[in-house]
């Protein structure tokens, strides 16, 4: 391929010095009329779809397809593909393949092109962030709360139930009184999609949400069925107990912010590292799919390794090898 054949990232029309031919320009230009007095998109889409599209018009020029008409499903495919390889981002060719569906449908619709070559051509998934978590020590940090009012008590019960169950936010601020079977050591909660699970509780999650319990008459109204409540009485709120767990991230020095999520990820990372018991886990976590589960095994990676490095005959024979060199 010759140095004029552009780079199929997103500004390689800025910075090469070929032309779209007619057979690609002329479609264009009626499409982006066709976007202004009819569509109703946003400039920032407009803006976005030109830039995409004569990118793509460009790369197809200088490979030799002679005219937009002339692009099947094979040339769309290649045109994310190179956009990949190029680094850019899932959005970036989401908006790609969008920007040539709606052309394409826009030439279907005007009789030049009978079928849509890019209706079949999916975009990447977006990468899924890995959960963010707490060590150990970073964890006993948080919870060396030891203030005697009845609120920092109600919040290291919170805190403890959280990390010692791996609760979701909403199923720990929906739990009732009658809810807590202490001397099972479980906790009925209702999960994602209005499904039933029992968790289970013992140690310090236990010793201070009877803590808790001790006083929460201090503070609940009468009438109050939820386990938690606010300074007016009433079950606390969703708002309340994220900003209580960063205020007390902060208060108690922790580096990274706290979060409720960040606290039932730590739970899951902690068990899984512990046991290595990826279904237990699944089951604690209250995930229907395992798949949803398995982003943990992302996290202990690094546990693994290192357990590999001390256990396996094979590693640690190198090991000794490399201390005697």
């Known amino acids: 391929m010759s140095e004029s054949v552009p780079h199929l990232s997103t500004n390689a029309h800025l910075s090469t010095n070929l032309h779209l031919t007619t057979n690609f320009a002329e479609p264009l230009q009626r499409f982006y009329e066709y976007l202004r007095s009819e569509k109703g ?26 005219g937009w008409v002339n692009v099947d499903a094979g ?47 999916s975009a990447p998934r977006k990468k899924r962030p890995l959960p963010k978590n707490l060590d150990v020590d970073e964890m006993a940090q948080l ?3 030891n203030e005697d009012d009845p609120l920092s008590i109600r919040d ?25 079977n202490f001397s099972a050591g479980e906790i009925r909660v209702v999960g994602k999609g209005d499904k039933e699970r029992v968790a289970p509780f013992s140690g310090m999650a236990k010793e201070w949400l009877n803590n808790w319990l001790k006083i929460r008459s201090q503070m609940a109204n009468s009438d109050e069925k939820g386990l938690f409540v606010s300074k007016l009485g009433v079950r606390i709120s969703h708002r309340s107990v994220q ?18 999520h960040k606290l039932r990820h ?41 357990v590999y490095d001390q256990a396996h005959p094979r590693a640690h024979k190198r090991k000794q090898n490399t201390d005697k060199e």
């Open 41 to 66: 998109l946003s400039l920032y889409t407009q803006r976005n779809y030109k830039q995409q599209l004569e990118t793509m018009g460009l790369y197809l020029m200088s490979v030799g397809v002679d």
């Open 75 to 121: 040339w769309v495919r290649q045109l994310a593909s190179k956009g990949m390889r190029s680094g850019m981002k899932e959005s970036s060719i989401a908006t790609r393949l969008s920007s040539l569906r709606s052309f394409f449908d826009f030439l279907i619709l005007r009789g030049e092109m009978s079928a849509n070559p890019a209706k079949g051509v």
């Open 143 to 145: 919870l060396e709360v």
């Open 156 to 180: 290291r019960a919170i805190m403890e139930l959280m990390y010692g169950s791996g609760l979701r936010l909403a199923e720990l601020v929906s739990i009732d009184v009658k809810d807590v």
């Open 243 to 260: 900003k209580r767990m960063a205020e007390w991230g902060q208060k108690q020095a922790v580096p990274s912010h706290i979060s409720p």
């Open 266 to 306: 730590s739970f899951a990372t902690h068990v899984l590292e512990s046991s290595n018991n990826l279904r237990a886990v699944q089951e604690l976590l209250g995930h229907e799919n395992i798949s949803t589960t398995q982003i943990y095994t992302h996290l202990d990676f690094q546990h693994l390794a290192q």
